[in-house]
T-cell receptor, first 112, second 114 residues
């Protein structure tokens, strides 16, 4: 079974803090994705990566950056957290040439 | 970003009833996926569809890839309380190019009364 893990289930940070969200997958997938999920807005793609050190902007990249130094790990960085970044963050992975994305359990981030 | 139209937005049913929901798009899709999300958890893949007209089952769940390639349907038979959650459709258009990006539906919230 594909397993995608996220470093924290719940996180509370203060405005202005730098925040790191980590995601690890164990199925040797090439593609990894970061989404945020908000009531009424559904899943929105922040960034994705199709290879180590490669990244592409999704629909809402502003205020975020990502890092993929190893194939199994994809990090989402909030350079200076703001209250409007309070959300559920979901990481997913998929194999090369495959479109089935497998999600982690999510990190509920609250910025106060 | 584009979102798929999913209906109904919510359903409140009695245990044992059958459930139907659908997803529509203005674009032609070559892949349809259905996910279920429990409260506070990440979405879990239920069914994947790759060909127009394809009908695939997973236990009490059956999904179909519409023949127009612009829609998909999910049916749940004989619902049980653990079917509660949000059901999402997702898909990839024929214009998706080389990327593996998906477009997601707005979700259907299912509540089952025991």
């Amino acid at each position: 079974d594909v397993k995608v893990t996220q470093s924290s289930r719940y996180l509370v940070k203060r405005t202005g803090e730098k925040v790191f969200l980590e995601c690890v997958q164990d199925m040797d997938h090439e593609n990894m994705f970061w989404y945020r999920q908000d009531p009424g807005l559904g899943l929105r793609l922040i960034y994705f990566s199709y290879d180590v050190k490669m990244k592409e902007k999704g629909d809402i990249p502003e205020g975020y950056s990502v890092s993929r130094e190893k194939k199994e790990r994809f990090s989402l960085i909030l350079e200076s957290a703001s209250t409007n970044q309070t959300s559920m963050y979901l990481c997913a992975s998929s194999p090369a040439g495959g479109f089935e994305q497998y999600f982690g359990p999510g990190t509920r981030l609250t910025v106060t | 970003g584009q979102q798929l139209n999913q209906s109904p937005q919510s359903m409140f049913i009695q245990e044992g009833e059958d459930v139907s929901m659908n997803c529509t798009s203005s674009s032609i899709f070559n892949t349809w996926l259905w996910y279920k999300q429990d409260p506070g958890e990440g979405p879990v893949l239920l069914i994947a569809l790759y060909k127009a007209g394809e009908l695939t089952s997973n236990g009490r769940l059956t999904a179909q890839f519409g023949i127009t390639r612009k829609d998909s349907f999910l049916n749940i038979s004989a619902s049980i309380p653990s079917d509660v959650g949000i059901y999402f459709c997702a898909g990839r258009t024929i214009y998706g190019g080389a990327t593996n990006k998906l477009i997601f539906g707005t979700g259907t919230l299912l509540a089952v009364q025991p």
